[in-house]
């Protein structure tokens, strides 16, 4: 399976993110990707290694979450 493919299980093959776009949830220095499969649009996943995000970046629209700014401007609350 390639790195911009995910597996489909109601589709039961590897199958390209709808748009080529998908979150990346970076947790506990490991990265889950979601998006939705461009077959069938049923929500689907992946876990990669965090170090393979530039990778994957390059092939697909990724919302990484958190954003890796660390400088990013917080939020203020009015
Ligand atoms: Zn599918």
Not at 37 to 42: F, G, L, N, S
């Amino acid at each position: 399976m390639a790195l911009d493919e995910f597996y489909c299980l109601a589709c039961r093959k590897a199958r390209k993110p709808a748009e080529g776009f998908a979150d990346c949830t970076v947790k506990d220095g490991r990265a889950m990707l979601t998006a939705l499969c461009e077959v069938c649009e049923v929500v689907v996943h992946k876990p990669v290694s965090v170090g393979r995000i530039p990778e994957i970046a390059r092939l697909l629209d990724l919302m990484t979450t958190p954003r890796p700014l660390p400088d990013a401007p917080a939020r203020k609350e009015a």
